[in-house]
């Protein structure tokens, strides 16, 4: 089982209206479950594959998986702290993206 030390978190830029931060999966390697309170966007900087699996307590309700496309964002929907979200990388090679949330302030 993947564990949290498998993948790479750097923050790129954080403040009021938004936060950026690039992630870096090994090939096999996971983000454990965790939560998305904000809506974000993802940006593949390299193309590659991941198994996106859902959970609402110990009961999986989604699993997909994804084409990862060099430069093909795609958005996401905040999904509360009742539901936690794991990510495995089940390509080739390393996975490469940023990811862009905006926390709901009203000011941006």
Known sequence: ?????????????????????KVEIPVGGAIPRHSHLYNYTVVPSVSGRIRKTTYRGDQVENQEDIELVVDSPYWVAAQGPDVETEVLNTGPGVVIFTKIECPPTGEC
């Open 1 to 21: 089982m993947p564990q949290p030390q498998d993948h790479n978190v750097t923050l790129l830029l954080r403040n009021d209206c938004v936060r950026v931060i």
